[in-house]
T-cell receptor
Framework: DTAVSQTPKYLVTQMGNDKSIKCEQN?????MYWYKQDSKKFLKIMFS???????INETVPNRFSPKSPDKAHLNLHINSLELGDSAVYFC?????????FGQGTRLTVV | AQSVAQPEDQVNVAEGNPLTVKCTYS??????LFWYVQYPNRGLQFLLK??????LVKGSYGFEAEFNKSQTSFHLKKPSALVSDSALYFC??????????????FGQGTTLQVKP
């Protein structure tokens, strides 16, 4: 019944690895997002997709590549992970301005 | 560019007392303003929003917010705080730029600590 679900909840990996975070929403929303929350709790948008099309890419390194196979899914793939990528990544979907967030994926790069 | 600011990193209040968490905004055009709450190790939850209409907006868990156009503020309030209200609160403005993506621009967050 979870509206926006993302997996995994925790991800610990070594520098240089490639990893993916998956996100699914069952709300029927057309727009999905990835946000990054850093260690100081600042939240910043990374990507936005509308109906499977990329509409925002906020100066994110091209090691980060979102993929939307359908409008209910927005996955985030990260290549060549760096220490600075350690953060909590939130997926969200929205309708009429109100956003619903997943529980977050805490990524730790060691 | 749209932005919001939350001037307080932390607000401390005793249980049963009224609470205010401050937010000011800077937008071109009419603001679409939101409050979200983040409990530890959880995602953000929607509390309330202002788009048009009454300046006093009521939301979840007994929270309300007052839109003040002259002061460009959208402070979050609750008449009587509960210990369970302790969390991180974010004010946000919806970006209504040319692409109309609906993305949210968040303030830096305010930690609310309610003590018994």
């Amino acid at each position: 019944d979870t509206a926006v679900s993302q997996t995994p909840k925790y991800l610990v990996t070594q520098m240089g690895n490639d990893k993916s975070i998956k996100c699914e929403q069952n709300l029927g929303h057309d727009t999905m997002y990835w946000y990054k929350q850093d260690s100081k709790k600042f939240l910043k948008i990374m990507f936005s997709y509308n109906n499977k099309e990329l509409i925002i890419n906020e100066t994110v390194p091209n090691r980060f590549s979102p993929k939307s196979p359908d409008k209910a899914h927005l996955n985030l793939h990260i290549n060549s992970l760096e220490l600075g990528d350690s953060a909590v990544y939130f997926c969200a979907s929205s309708q009429e301005g109100k956003a619903f967030f997943g529980q977050g994926t805490r990524l730790t790069v060691v | 560019a749209q932005s919001v600011a939350q001037p307080e990193d932390q607000v401390n209040v005793a249980e049963g007392n009224p609470l205010t968490v401050k937010c000011t905004y800077s937008v071109s055009g009419n603001p679409y303003l939101f409050w979200y709450v983040q409990y530890p190790n959880r995602g953000l939850q929607f509390l309330l929003k202002y788009i048009t209409g009454d300046n006093l907006v009521k939301g979840s868990y007994g929270f309300e917010a007052e839109f003040n156009k002259s002061q460009t503020s959208f402070h979050l309030k609750k008449p009587s705080a509960l210990v369970s209200d302790s969390a991180l609160y974010f004010c946000a403005v919806r970006d209504i730029g040319s692409s109309n993506t609906g993305k949210l621009i968040f303030g830096q967050g305010t930690t609310l600590q309610v003590k018994p």
